[in-house]
């Protein structure tokens, strides 16, 4: 029998922590093993329960997302986070991915987008909230020596649309067509993507696309 994902929610409001637990207890791969209503509650339960993923809201009492976020990457870095918000800005994107999260959603789209957000984070990946995915490409940084900021913020917008345009199929001489550029530079953007992301197969490439929601709207 495949083990469950096992996990904890922290969030101080009850009636959308309760709708949380309604999706997680819906899955039959996912087991919710504790709850909390504050930041510092949250860090005491995952230590003591170690699961597979926590599931925090930025904003709560005691100890907010970004600060727990940072002291699990810390204390306990074989358990994943995915921070729940209202927040919609890039400031809090970031912040987030610096304290070292694995999954960023919107508190608006949880019923559509967390149980796949889910599954792509225990799985290794990074989820961004479709509605806000294009964040991480815009204004993306130059410097290639901050490796602790996840790999996909050093892609060229180039690199970006080529590992999607593979992720939904499209061979090369299709690709090189499609943005009317050589199979060369199609292949040298694909392998510089790849590389920056640790990808090795065109299955991790769809994959990583799908955990970033590129392929929501296709």
């Known amino acids: 029998m495949t083990q ?14 309760s709708g949380l637990r309604s999706l997680i207890q819906a899955e039959g791969d996912l087991e919710l093993v504790g709850e909390a209503l504050s930041g510092i509650a949250a860090l005491k339960l995952i230590r ?4 597979h993923l926590a599931i925090v809201d930025i904003s709560m009492p005691e100890m907010n997302g970004i600060l727990l976020s940072r002291r699990l990457r810390d204390e306990t870095p074989s358990v994943k986070v995915l921070v729940l918000t209202l927040h919609e800005d890039r400031a809090y994107l970031q912040q987030a991915l610096d304290a070292g999260i694995r999954g960023y959603i919107l508190k608006r789209s949880a019923s559509e987008n967390l149980v796949q957000a889910i599954r792509a984070v225990v799985t290794g990946g990074l989820y961004v909230d479709p509605s806000i995915a294009n964040y991480l490409f815009d204004s993306a940084p130059k410097r290639t020596e901050q490796r602790s900021v996840v790999g996909v913020l050093s892609l060229t917008e180039r690199e970006a649309e080529v590992l999607k345009l593979v992720a939904l199929g499209f061979t090369t001489k299709e690709i090189a067509r ?17 590389e920056k992301l640790g990808l090795r197969t065109r299955a991790e490439i769809v994959r990583y696309a799908s955990a970033q929601g590129w392929l929501a709207n296709v």
């Open 4 to 17: 469950k994902i096992r996990i904890v929610l922290a969030d101080d409001h009850p009636i959308f922590l």
């Open 48 to 51: 003591e329960l170690q699961p």
């Open 178 to 194: 499609k943005i009317d550029l050589g199979t060369k530079t199609i292949e040298t953007y694909r392998a510089r993507g790849s």
